[in-house]
């Protein structure tokens, strides 16, 4: 069931295996004041720790951190290009149900006009959203790509940089991550620029060879978007943006683990390349996600989902119908992994990428209390977004 609107009363998790951002403690309590996590710890729970709280038995759950997305379109039916305030609050929601406690909405090349009044929604509704997760800004995933990586980018709205555009849109004071294609000549300088300005670039929809990702890197890439999507992939005489982003320890990669964007094995070899940190599951999900196959109507277009795969008519994936629960799941059986061994993957890691590790991504006392606690089998039970129970299953 979803509690939306409950009250933010002290909170006290208990008997719950607690993830930890140094250990996992197999028997352990957690309590929130307000929106932060006050204390935690293993064994039993100190009498301080009990009073006044509102028991909450995790029943040996597993008990992290709320998930975090830094690439998502949509689910539930809404898409938020759709630049609508309902349509963004309908996929805060949707991904509250499924762990995620906040989440960057992500744009797709579009017109100016478009793109601004999305932006403007998106900056309208940042921060909490009762009932939901919590808006942490905007991801723009172009205008400034690859033609020939676009995927299914409209062609017709895909630009080398526009500093005058590029000011409009930073001035709306939401713009956190922007992926863009560094190698393209009217892009030269807008790496640093964008971080100057205090905006994380990652490098997608991109035809960048490894020495193209060597310069970008120094001028402050810090990441790829979903990682063998959109880029040039590695051969043995040109390793291409891919190569670049698996060897390259300044640069984190994004990763779609839907089972469908990326083979299993494909995932072991991302996680033997990258280890525990430089890993960053994204959902990159549209509107259809969480909905059953059928065809659907995205930005004009008519999608069709398959087998859990939403694709254009001529066939080119168009987002993903997943989760990050999802994702986190299929991740950790591809590499064998317990839930613990890769829970920095969908929390710690994003928040460091964009700048909120010092309040989001791990569970320790004067951070937000963003909790999500699964099943054995990686099911969410419940959601705490900001010390308020906003989901649960029982």
Known sequence: MTTAGSARTPLLVTNGRIVTPTETFDTGWLRTDGTVISALGSGPVPAHAAANATE???????VGPGFIDLHIHGGGGHEIMEGREDALAGVSFFLARHGTTAFLPTTYTASREDT???LKIIAAQQGSVDGGATVLGAHMEGPYISRRRRGAHRQQYIREADWEELDAFLATGVVRLMAVAPEQPGNAGLVAALRDRGVAVSAGHTDATFEDMLAAADAGVSQVTHVFNGMRGVHHREPGAAGAALLLDQISCELIADGIHVDPAVLRLVRQAKGRRGVILVSDAGKAAGLADGEYIRAGRKMTVRDGAMRMA????????????VGLRTYCAANDLPFDAAWDSVSRNAAEAIGVAD?????????DADVVMLDDDGRVAA??????????TW
């Not at 168009?318 to 629960?325: A, E, F, G, R, V």
């Open 56 to 62: 909450l038995d995790a029943g040996r759950r597993w």
């Open 116 to 118: 601004l009044h999305v």
């Open 314 to 325: 001529d066939g080119t994936i168009s987002s993903s119908t997943s989760t990050l629960d």
């Open 359 to 367: 309040r989001k991504g791990t569970l320790e006392p004067g951070k």
């Open 383 to 392: 959601t705490i977004v900001e010390g308020r129970l906003v989901h649960r």
